[in-house]
């Protein structure tokens, strides 16, 4: 029930926001003439593509292309970023000086450069060497960013569970790696929900940085139709909807989440 | 069955002081006994059954389980540990599991069981521990005294040859306290080795072939029940049995 609030709020800020930039606008006679009818095209249309391809169907607009795109690289990213926290966090704890310690170093390396720079880094050094397309040296700077947050969420969330769940697990004969698979880290995953959440949904904000590497997704194609038609703010405005789309549905699946696993509570 | 020769334990506290838990402790625990541990708070009596799976380990000494030392370096640890079994003051239930998981993940985890012949031991001993109405309850709904019976079922389900208690029935209301008893007894009267830390000295005079009373590392006394209800020598005994009887 308190998502239902949480969402009418959310939508309620929106329509205000939008509604004082109009307003705003009227008072100060500025006279910028709407196109919001150019928008929909760009999200679906029907019609020929190209010459070649000009049999009439419904297509995807260039901003419905970079949605899918965005959407395509968040999803891959917050995979890996799991799997690279998991490791991460589980390495964080390690009774291993070597291990601990480069897993430290990797966490304060990434959490303390900027997102930018190392997505950068990675697209024309290390994918360069690699030979990896945009779409992986992006999903690769995403996924190594997040990952680091990821693992210090992981490592709180393992610290979190009471140590008599280790030791009966392991005084029942698991290992210490059957004890985190079966036992730690299923409790620590759904103690960390939230915060997970939320990093999950900065990634996919974040994600809008890779169209510094001529990745098109959403941003990328929003700019390059805003470059064509300068219809800056009906775009920027469908941009940051089908943003909110996107960051809107993660934190509900994560609530849904949530609230199916506290039957155990 | 259990030989524990000269150990020694020491503990850093994290202002660096040392706590001699365990001081050339040695004792004999043959099969089928069942021993009840005595003593202070602080005086060893948890060290002692952390160390016999290795939970904490020893400093020096040795401990042969089996006649296996079991502080050997070539000495899988998992494979004794199948072997002992241990319930622990506060359950440690896993509360993301219903009652059956509880019981029946290890077996498969560790023993290989397949999921069929798991559940039937599982429901087999959930109703000896007279429990299998709430198989698929999940912890948080179950009171003390269930918890730990369930804990008791977990734990036989991997047919261990040693069964360690810790203070089993310390965090529980007193109404409670009976029938985790109840279950302790039965099992100590089919011949089971036990060590039972516990003071509880209506449990120790009617199943124990020994009391083993502790301090500061070492054990001070150690007979029967009836003897440390009749005739104790020791002055620290008198003064411990006069404050919990
Ligand atoms: N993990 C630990 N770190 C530091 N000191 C400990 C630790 N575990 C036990 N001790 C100390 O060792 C001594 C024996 O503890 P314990 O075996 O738990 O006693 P008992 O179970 O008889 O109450 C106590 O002084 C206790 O404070
Ligand atoms: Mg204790």
Not at chain 1, 15 to 24: E, H, L, P, R
Not at chain 1, 36 to 53: C, H, N, Q, T, V
Not at chain 1, 237 to 242: E, G, S, V
Request: hydrophobic fraction near 45%; charged fraction near 20%.
């Amino acid at each position: 029930m308190t998502f239902n609030k949480r969402s009418l709020i959310t939508l309620g800020v929106l329509a205000i926001v939008t509604f004082a930039v109009y307003y705003f606008f009227s008072r100060r006679g500025i006279t910028y003439i709407w196109h919001w009818e150019r928008i929909p095209e760009m999200l679906f249309y029907y019609g020929g593509k190209s010459a070649e391809d000009a049999v009439p169907r419904v297509r995807m607009g260039i901003l419905m292309i970079g949605f899918v795109l965005t959407l395509k690289i968040s999803i891959a990213s917050i995979f890996f970023a799991i799997i690279i926290g998991t490791i991460v966090g589980i390495a964080r704890l390690s009774h291993e000086p070597v291990t601990r310690a480069l897993s430290l170093g990797y966490v304060e390396l990434i959490r303390n450069t900027p997102l930018l720079v190392q997505i950068y880094i990675i697209y024309f050094f290390v994918g360069s060497m690699l030979r990896l397309s945009a779409f992986a040296a992006g999903t690769a700077a995403l996924s190594i960013f997040a990952g680091a947050y990821v693992g210090e969420i992981v490592r709180a969330g393992i610290q979190s569970i009471h140590k008599g769940q280790m030791e009966a697990s392991r005084s029942l004969g698991m290992s210490y790696a059957e004890a985190m698979r079966h036992i730690i880290l299923p409790q620590a995953f759904k103690r960390i929900i939230p915060p997970l959440a939320g990093q999950f949904i900065s990634l996919v904000k974040d994600s809008s940085l890779v169209s510094v590497i001529a990745l098109a997704d959403l941003m990328f194609q929003g700019q390059q139709a805003v470059a064509r038609t300068y219809h800056a703010f009906e775009i920027y405005f469908t941009i940051a909807f089908l943003y909110l789309v996107m960051t809107f549905t993660l934190s509900m699946a994560t609530q849904y989440i949530e609230r199916r696993l506290a039957i155990s509570d | 069955m259990i030989k524990a020769r000269n150990v020694h334990k020491t503990f850093k506290t994290p202002d660096r002081k040392e706590v001699k838990a365990l001081v050339d402790f040695s004792t004999d625990i043959k099969k089928g006994e069942v021993v009840v541990i005595i003593g202070p708070s602080g005086s060893g009596k948890s060290t002692f059954l952390r160390c016999l799976n290795r939970l904490d380990e020893i400093d020096s000494g040795e401990i042969f389980i089996d006649g296996v030392n079991i502080y050997d370096k070539k000495v899988n640890i998992n494979e004794i540990r199948e072997e002992i079994g241990m319930v622990f003051q506060l359950f440690n239930l896993f509360p993301h599991k219903t009652v059956l998981e509880n019981v029946t993940l290890a077996q498969m985890v560790v023993r290989k069981k397949n999921k069929e012949e798991a559940l039937e031991v599982s429901r087999g001993l959930l109703h000896k521990v007279g429990i299998l109405e709430k198989e698929n309850v999940y912890p948080a709904q179950l009171s003390g005294g269930q918890q730990q019976r369930v804990a008791i079922a977990r734990v036989l389900a991997m047919h261990p040859k040693i069964m360690m208690f810790d203070e089993a029935t310390s965090a529980l209301d007193p109404e409670m306290i009976g029938e985790v008893l109840d279950v302790m007894k039965t099992l100590a009267k089919e011949g089971r080795t036990m060590v039972v830390v516990t003071h509880e000295m209506g449990f120790a005079r009617e199943v124990s072939d020994r009391v083993v009373f502790m301090d500061e590392g070492q054990i001070v006394e150690e007979g029967t029940a009836e003897h440390f209800f009749t005739n104790p020598v020791h002055e620290r005994t008198k003064l411990f049995l006069s404050q919990i009887l």
